[in-house]
């Protein structure tokens, strides 16, 4: 696959569509979450920010 834009366009949304999830069922529900919970709310805001990253860099062709 060399065009891969749209494959981390959409890894990016459905990462950051995960965190905010996360983020609404953490701020809504009662405060027995735990400290897994906010380590996968990191982890997918981190990894949409790295797709984000790969999707907005220039693609340089391989020597």
């Known amino acids: 696959m060399t ?3 749209k494959l981390r366009l959409l890894l ?3 990462c950051f569509g995960y965190a905010v999830f ?3 069922r953490l701020l809504n529900g009662p405060a027995n979450y735990r400290a897994f919970d906010l380590f996968m ?3 997918f805001v ?3 920010v790295v797709y984000t ?3 907005f860099k220039e693609d340089t ?3």
């Open 46 to 48: 981190m990894l949409g």
């Open 41 to 43: 709310l990191g982890a």
């Open 12 to 14: 990016a949304v459905v």
């Open 22 to 24: 996360k983020l609404v």
């Open 61 to 63: 062709p391989p020597n």
């Open 3 to 5: 065009n891969r834009k």
């Open 53 to 55: 990253f790969l999707f």
